[in-house]
């Protein structure tokens, strides 16, 4: 499966660490930041969504220190569904309640192992419909 990422720089030692770990289960699609010097993640969270919002079935992982910037950024575009989640049942409910496209994670408050329990809850985790598909289907704009 092919997962788009992207952080800024308090998240940039998460990302390489989570790319690492999975590397022999998805092919990362890299939007940045590539270093731990200081960025704005409004430049790597906006590329990031417009990829997802092009490709509704695309998975994404979007992380900086809080996850609150990168998420309000990538709420930003259609189709885009960031949930912002630092325990394994928010990351499951994200995805069987509001199917979350993009797993946005908190760097600075949550451990490597923390995230890797994360990931591998969000992308095995279905969506469930049914009384969840309408409300869905109001998150975007009209």
């Keep these: 499966m092919k997962v788009f990422i992207a952080s800024?720089?308090?998240g940039f030692e998460l990302k390489e660490a989570i790319k690492q770990h999975f590397s022999s289960q998805y092919e990362w699609v890299d939007f940045g930041?590539?270093?731990s010097e200081s960025v704005d993640y409004p430049d790597f969270a906006h590329p990031l969504a417009e990829a997802v919002?092009?490709?509704p079935a695309a998975r994404a992982i979007l992380i900086c220190g809080t996850g609150n910037g990168v998420a309000m950024t990538a709420n930003k575009h259609a189709n885009v569904r960031a949930a912002?989640?630092?325990d394994r049942e928010i990351a499951a409910l994200a995805r069987q309640h509001n199917n979350a496209n993009v797993l946005v994670?908190?760097?600075r408050f949550i451990?490597?192992?923390?995230?890797f329990d994360l990931v591998e809850t969000f992308f095995s985790t279905?969506?469930?419909?049914g009384r969840h598909e309408r409300r869905v289907e109001k998150i975007n704009l009209r």
């Design 33 to 35: 930041t590539h270093s």
């Design 111 to 115: 451990l490597p192992e923390t995230a």
């Design 84 to 86: 912002l989640c630092w």
């Design 8 to 10: 800024d720089h308090a």
């Design 126 to 129: 279905d969506f469930e419909g």
């Design 105 to 107: 994670m908190p760097a």
């Design 53 to 55: 919002s092009k490709d």
